[in-house]
């Protein structure tokens, strides 16, 4: 089995060292045996956990700035679907390559992605030596042939991606109430529980979503789902910025995880909030997420953990709300729970996923606080080293093959935008 | 004359070199004399103007960190406030220039500040070769003796900073209006008049603020000090959140800067919006700052004007407001103008501030808009190189001493944490 030593880190604030076999924390301590396969040197850095960037498209990095300060309708119906319809295959892997690059740049080795062509997302995370979560998005709008087409399309790609890693997951990403049928929702919820997936939505990302589920059901959109049994632990919500006491309650209860997403609902003025006292403090997950590249437009969670700490400090009025510690932890523990991934923590045993950060840069000085550095002060490019999966995806800030990729992703985008 | 060539940059979408003599561009072109004293190699760099801070207090980086996540009045009376006290003349020099260095490292070559200790602040953007306006703060609390001993207090600045470079500006800072006695107000007001100053000032901060002036004044804030005669286009407002109608239509009318700093805003729940709209309706210029280290805590303006354009789409409900190059000209050619410093363009005969950035880095791929990339996708570490007043301050990522600065901070913070 291959191993890896990590030299002279700091760890909760000690020296140590760490000691990788195959995919796992062999075991963490000082002198260590130092006839490792490979030994990276750590001296200077932090470990610590990476970060789980729970909601993005990857593959619309190709699109991160082809459409800005628009109205959302707007945007979306004469920039974004347009140019999304001339994605092909190719396309999205060339995207979603661009988008893993951007992630391990800044310290996440792990995204739980909805989009078109799953499989070509897939290849890139599993070349890129990531994990992933590839939610299949399902679109049926209400049309039974489609929506046929749709279940098919779900068990093809689940088929395709069983013969990928165990760092690719798949999930059904039905894309919301509003472009997926009662019928499919169903289909879905029996789907994933045949064969037990994650399932990955959208949920009260605009009033308008919530106004049309009321005309349309009588019911606000997590009591619409509750309501054909399909709110559970395995679904992963959102947005949720819109939402009732009830809805709250509701969601908690059935233990759905709701992924926050504040740079894209300020950039795309979705409105509301998402209730985050209200949901914790019912017992309900929250974790973070970046959404796409066109609606944020950068994937590095460093900067989407100090926004939603500083946005709930805000909606709260109350500087004291979403502490740093605590987005810290929905960013890294508490989202690898979720997914059930046994990381998040450096400790023996757990899968070896780790990033190694140098604070020794201005941003990070003087120092007196870590959890408050990491969360206000620094950006990604404080992360030197990742490890994922036992395996090292960038050393010394160098990822190989990174011209390479920014390369395709140009050449891809001028055909994109001159098709 | 020192002579610096900077070769095979882009400028404007186009390749050029940019020729340097003294403190000014001297000529852009192609094929401009290689006989410099010194060059700089551009290749696969783009030349744009560098970022201005104009709301910050540096010295307060020795700060970051030291207490967060707290309900504003108990963190600064049991936190900032005994911490400050334990300020000697040589933590803000040594504060600034931490302040500086991270200023420098993501792009930013001028800083509009208020602390205590003028001088020492000075010597620090002095020595590390940025402009600033250092703004001496101003309390006197409403006591005639320390009233009379601050006005000393500013004709000793005053006079002390006159033997700077000219890159090193002074203002008087009057703290607020309600830590300010109005014959303060009117004194600092003259005095500015007399000596040509800026005026730096915070404003409608709190809603507490502005209820406490209708109690005394039976005046909101912007309305009290126009009843002073205090408004005037050298007053540079910080905060600006809680305005009434008619003090934006004041605000405007006497040409008074606003300086918008969103992050300090969200971090200490300051509440209400700075009005954005109606501000620049009504002709006011909006600038924007990053506030001090101990309520943001970055000073990378990248950030800051991605939160700017953020919180404007959600304050307003519309995506289209504050579009990105909007508030790229705010951080750039707006505030040049407004402190009067001939930079803020790349043109001949202007000052020679500029910074080089590396956009081949994957956050700023595919690349189909650059402002868009700078303020929705970049953060400092694109700045690749900095120039200021014709003087190389970075280059490629490096500056001067910064090992044994970020050591300073560490030292003196380790003495004001344990005294």
Known sequence: MKSL???????????????IQGNRIKSIGR??????????????LTALPPLF??????????????????????????????????????????GARLACLEMIKSGTTFFNDMYWHGRAAAEAAE?????????????????PARGAAQRR?????????????????FAPGPHAIYTVSSESLRFIKAFAGEWGLPIHIHLSETESEVNDSIGAHKLRPAEYLDSLGFLGPEVFAAHCLHLSEREVDLLAASRVKIIHVPASN????????????????????VLLGTDGCSSNNSLDMFQTMKMAALLQKHAANDPASLPAPDAWAMATAVAAQAFGIDAGRIEEGRLADLILVDLD??????????????VYSANGYCVDTVVCDGRVLMLRRKVPGEEEIIADARRAARRLANA
């Open 53 to 94: 960037n729970c909601h993005t498209h990857a593959a619309m990095s190709l699109l991160r700035g082809y459409a800005d300060d628009m109205r959302l309708s707007e945007w979306l119906q004469t920039r974004i679907w347009p140019a999304e319809a001339r994605f092909s295959r190719d396309d999205v892997r060339i």
């Open 153 to 169: 399309m779900l068990e093809e790609v689940r088929q395709e991606l069983s013969g990928f890693s165990s760092r690719i997951l």
């Open 361 to 374: 840069r201005p941003e990070c000085a003087p120092g007196y606080n870590l959890a408050a550095d990491l």
């Open 266 to 285: 300020l950039k795309l003025a979705a409105g509301g909030q998402m209730p985050y006292r209200a949901l914790t403090k019912a017992g309900a997950s």
């Open 31 to 44: 002198r260590l045996p130092k006839n490792a396969g490979r030994t990276v040197d750590g001296r200077g």
């Open 127 to 143: 070349e890129m030596g990531m994990r992933a979560v590839i939610g299949a998005g399902f679109i049926d709008g209400g049309d």
């Open 5 to 19: 030593l990590i030299r002279d880190i700091v760890l909760d604030n000690k020296p140590a060292d760490i000691l």
